[in-house]
């Protein structure tokens, strides 16, 4: 009898799924099924662009695994309890956001493709009478790894903080680990086949040299049926893994639902129906009327190979094949379940279904701690909240060390704190269990800016001096090049800034990081940040810089490396972008998008050489506009690089803040201050000034933010002439003498020699 509780469900399970892909802003209906889609075949001819002589390979493995399909599958049971068990590892690639999704969800998505291979699907209940003495039981079981390739405890989940997730493409399967050994799954933000939902290999479209290209990439939120995901989505790694293991769609091989006119296709097995594929399910009302490639032939919608989200069944022509690929060489596929492999990995005597709170499925191993923060420029005694991020296993304990914070030290998950001083601050994080500890500490992750502008009003910075020092470099991944001075170059100067995005790897060996340096360089990010500048009194301000850059790419339509400005007014816990213009003219309108294209190129072709800028015709010159006001107290500029992978080197140079000093600040204008000697070579430092009617402060401090010598000079509308106390013998470095009148205040550098 026709189910209707479970139908309605199954049909409100899709009235989500259509829902959720509506609402993500696809504003017709070919876009809402392109997003349904699988991106294999597109994958696979990319493959083979990469390289050509795994096509050949790719189509005989396909034509022999078809002639298997109708064998019975006791011929394909070499072992004793007919089941094959296959390592996995799950490589989650991540910007710290939604993408990183947890072990939970993992876990949740290995059972859902346990139960899918292993003819348990709840739903398959559901089946038509046409395909219900066709569910084919795979007998196949997928463990998390328990052992890594160097040998070391793992849960079989690894964390990677990376831009790749950006990409999600063949060239963002970093971290593979030997696929004789292990089924690779990475999870991304963003799947490189536009509209997927994920994507996988053949087997021997992985043969070779292309072994590297072997696995299975899936967007994040469809893995599994909980946290980032849902209900109703959950077998797209299933059908993924059926192509991994050899399966074609049933609507043949191609990543296209054939619309338009019918056209019908097959996949090569027998027990498979021709079918034009179904985004969707038709009505569960006998008789079942889905034939419309046969009259007298209704079509496999719930087969896990099509398209459609009512998926609940493999054929056993299916399975036949999906075993005789890993009785096979192809993609090395036959050594992933033999005894020797499930030992070296540690999965042999695991149980299912996997769970970290059970050492019998989960081995406890020591966490690998890690950790994230809502910013990481911030103000003296401004609230920064940390997140744990660490992974590898569960963690019972948290020691977090702060410097100068308030609190220095927490036990929390998830603490919050403050920095009492200025400059770059240390963080580290233990996070520890009974199987042991691990600690990461990061040098100078937090920049804590002072309490006061460095620069006070319209000012330029050439690069020259030691005010160039006083910028922050951040390479958010830690990778190869930042923004870093550069001397013997420079526009009218001798140093400026580079960000080197160039890398000799002709002589890389193969398959190594940096045989796929310029592969992998699209979507780094790095920054390059400002002193800040008190802008209150000042009106129009614009800020200029020189830059110089060439690119690797051949045509216009290649260029996509993106350099953009913003500006903080809070220490940079906030940023707004800021529309450029370039010699004069505004690019992109109003709009914030930055430089790109043409419009970034000021010196042509790079020729993957080292470009170095070695006339002025190579610079350009761009400037933003930004408001002013009572909150410009502290302004600081951000120049942000996003590089492709044909991006070269880029250079900055003469930093200039313009605008027009408005009368509300004479007062301290008006003082005619003299700092002397400076530089100093130790001496005490005088001032010299002429009084209003207000005391003056003068606090002098070090880079760290420290109060060396602070006093109030109360004598008013006279010639004052006076030592500073405790400026005597003080180290070589830069100071800041903080003045302060009334409610105006302003900094000026002193230098000891």
Known sequence: MFNFITNFNKMNKLFTIVSLILVGAFPTLSQVDESKQCGTYRQLEKSFEILPELKDAYYAHQLMMNSYSGTDISNSIHKSNGTYTIPVVFHILHDYGTENITDTQVYDALEVINREFNAEDPDSVE???????????????????????????????????????????????????????????????????????????FPASTDGNGFWLDGVVSNHTYVGSIGTSSPGVESVLTHELGHWLGLAHTFGDSDLINDGPTICNDDGIDDTPETKGHQSCPPFVPPYSWADCNDSINE????????????????????????????????????????STLIATGVKDLLLPQNPNNTLTVPLCTPVADFTS?????????????????????????????????????NLQNPTVSFTSPGYKTVTLTASNSAGSNTESRTGYIYVAQEWATFNGPNSIDLEG?????????????NHGEFMLSNGTGYNNSRCYKLNNYKNVAGADLFNDDYFYNDRLGGSVDELITPSFDLR???????????????????????????????????GASWVTRPISVDGLLIGGSQSAGLTGANIVTAGYAGYSDFTPTTNVEWKTGSVSINSGAQYDKAIFKFEFTASDLSSNLYIDNINVNGTLGLTSDEISNLNLNIFPNPSNGKEINISYTANDKPVTFTLRDTQGKVISSEVIKETNTIVNRKLSHTNNLPSSCYFLEIQTGEYKTTKKVVVL
């Not at 790749?164 to 696929?179: F, L, P, V």
Request: net charge negative.
């Open 374 to 410: 809502n910013k990481t420029e911030t103000c003296v005694n401004s609230s920064v909240s940390f997140s744990n991020a660490s992974w590898n296993a569960l963690v019972d304990t948290y020691t977090w060390e702060f410097q100068d914070g308030v609190p220095a030290t927490s």
């Open 537 to 571: 009194y000042t009106s129009g301000v614009t800020m200029s810089f020189n830059f110089a850059y060439a690119t690797n790419a051949t045509q216009v339509s290649q260029i996509e490396e993106k350099l953009k400005i913003y500006v903080s007014t809070d220490c």
């Open 127 to 201: 089946i038509i009478p046409d395909f219900d003495t066709l569910i084919g039981n795979a007998h196949i079981d997928f463990k998390l790894a328990a052992i890594d390739p160097l040998g070391n405890c793992t849960n079989g989940i690894e964390h990677i903080y990376t831009h790749e997730t950006y990409n999600g493409d063949a060239y963002s399967k970093i971290h593979q680990w030997n696929r004789a050994n292990y089924l690779n799954i990475w999870v991304v933000k963003v799947v490189g086949s536009p509209g997927a939902a994920a994507y996988a290999t």
């Open 300 to 339: 496999d919608v719930q087969n896990y190979m099509d398209y459609s989200y009512c998926d609940v069944h493999f054929t056993p022509g299916q399975v036949n094949a999906m075993r005789n690929t890993l009785e096979g060489i192809a993609g090395q596929r036959s050594t992933l379940w033999q005894d």
């Open 466 to 478: 030691t005010s160039a020092e006083w910028f922050v470099s951040n390479n958010l991944e830690n």
